[in-house]
């Protein structure tokens, strides 16, 4: 196929192959990633980073004087449909990614966002002729690809290395832009003040966003949970005592836990981190009063990454009523890594449905 060709076809089907080359990239990601802290999963992030950063190049600087060799207008024809691949799979990976991370019910704003960039890459399509619009969003997938990326390779986890991804994250882009005004110096003079303003107000906004606990505290995840009776560690196992549950409370609906009187509960969770990173996590035991959620304890243990499964650990309330209880999985600074929901009642449970699970 020669490049007429080429250009003739990507003209007549571009919608389709921009649509094909979103469910692709979303396929690809569900498939082979696993891991924020494993090498080959940031190879193929890199990788989208490369392409999506290609593209935006050859878009917009396509009518510079000496560029247009036969491999240049080659890549001028696919950079659309490449661009448009690259960004859909690097959203769809940080939804995967970031889901596994969050509470819903503490994240939602968040991962509705990200859905939308996901979701609405064919409507912005009109906007890739624009290069603020390029720009901002490589910026965007930059700063959240930094933001999981960073921790990980730091070992830690905080305001501080959240900062640190914003800056690594302007230090790039910076570098993008130098890199492009080689070429193309004159248009990036006249467009440099619209594209500080976009960055600046996506960074404010994801900052804001960061302060309100909104964003999931990534590459944290809630890997496993349970409320049980009774927690016995034995050697690198948990022997648990739990409370088989019902058809409604398997497809994800509030637990049941059926108490006798002065007895206590468990809630045993699994956290997963990175290998390098250790921390301590805090259950915040939380009852439901006229609405509203009040804090009863907060117990805190320190957790240590690299193990599939996540770190496991276990924390015990006695003094417990009837009611609406959930514990809160929090990172040091009150990010929420996940909830356990529980409906406590009075009157000891069926022995016949209880059972003890290694975990």
Avoid: C
């Amino acid at each position: 196929m020669d490049l007429a060709q080429l250009k003739t076809f990507v003209h007549r089907y571009e919608r389709q192959l921009s649509v094909g080359a979103l469910v692709f990239g979303f396929i690809l990601d569900s498939l082979t990633l696993r891991r924020v802290d494993l090498l080959a999963e940031n190879l193929v992030l890199v990788a989208y980073l490369l392409v999506a950063g290609i593209s935006i190049a050859a878009l917009d600087l396509r009518h510079t004087r000496g560029l247009m060799h036969r491999w240049f207008a080659w890549m001028v024809t696919v950079a659309p449909i490449a661009l448009q691949f690259a960004f859909g799979a690097l959203f769809s990976a940080f939804v995967v990614f970031y889901l596994r991370s969050a509470s819903f019910s503490a994240s939602w704003p968040f991962l509705i966002f990200l859905v939308i960039m996901l979701v609405g890459n064919e409507a912005f399509r009109p906007y890739y002729e624009r290069l603020v619009f390029h720009v901002t969003v490589l910026f965007l997938a930059v700063l959240s690809y930094s933001i999981f990326l960073v921790p990980t390779i730091v070992g830690a986890l905080g305001t501080h290395i959240f900062l640190l991804s914003v800056v690594v994250s302007i230090v790039f882009i910076t570098a993008f832009l130098a890199f492009l005004s080689i070429f193309a110096p004159e248009r990036i003079r006249e467009e440099r003040p619209t594209i500080v303003r976009s960055i600046a107000l996506t960074i404010i906004l994801v900052v804001l966003a960061y302060a309100a606990n909104v964003i999931p505290p990534i590459p944290l995840s809630l890997k496993d949970s349970a409320v049980a009776y009774g927690v016995v560690r034995n050697g690198d196992t948990y022997q648990l005592s739990v409370e088989q549950p019902s058809l409604a409370e398997q497809f994800g609906f509030v637990q049941s836990y059926n108490r006798a009187p002065a007895e206590g509960v468990s809630v045993w969770t699994s956290v997963f981190a990175p290998i390098a990173l250790s921390m301590p996590i805090t259950h915040v035991w939380q009852y439901r009063e006229n609405g509203d959620w009040v804090t009863m304890s907060r117990i805190s243990f320190p957790i240590s990454g690299g193990r599939d499964g996540g770190y496991r650990g276990y924390s015990t309330k006695t003094n417990v009523v009837p009611g609406a209880w959930r514990v809160s999985v929090e990172t040091p600074n009150g990010q929420v890594i996940g909830r356990v929901r529980f409906d406590i009642t009075d009157g000891a449970g069926d022995a016949s449905n209880v059972s003890t699970e290694t975990r």
